[in-house]
């Protein structure tokens, strides 16, 4: 599934940073997550990272996306090849 952020939302702004597929971002009143970019952190954590930092725990699945395993890989994989590149390598790896 994606996830969802509920009313609960401080907007605390702990959760948007952490986000590795920039699926969260500040809407009308509170924090939102597009559908189409979270894979619940598949093929970066083994955790949702929000979930992990939200000082509230307001972002539970969001029940009208209830993608299974496959399908968050595969939006992994697209997301991926969207943006040109693999995992991040560490900021180090290009020197030397
Ligand atoms: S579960 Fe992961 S991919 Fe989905 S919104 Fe949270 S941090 Fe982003
Ligand atoms: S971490 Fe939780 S409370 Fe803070 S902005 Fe994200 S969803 Fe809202």
Redesign the pocket.
């Known amino acids: 599934m994606a996830l969802l952020?509920t009313d609960?939302?401080?907007?605390?702004?702990?959760?948007?940073p952490e986000c590795p597929n920039q699926a969260?971002s500040l809407g009308p009143e509170?924090?939102v997550i597009d559908p189409n970019r979270c894979t619940e952190c598949v093929g970066h954590f083994d955790e949702p990272q929000?979930v992990q930092?939200?000082?509230?725990?307001?972002?539970p699945k969001d029940p009208a996306h209830p993608d299974d395993p496959p399908t968050l890989w595969a939006r992994f994989q697209r997301l991926q090849s969207a943006t040109g590149s693999a995992v991040p390598l560490p900021a180090d790896s290009a020197a030397g």
Do not use: G
């Not at 609960?8 to 948007?16: A, L, S």
């Not at 930092?53 to 972002?59: F, R, S, T």
């Open positions: 952020i609960e939302c401080i907007n605390c702004d702990v959760c948007e969260i509170i924090y929000c930092v939200c000082p509230v725990a307001c972002i």
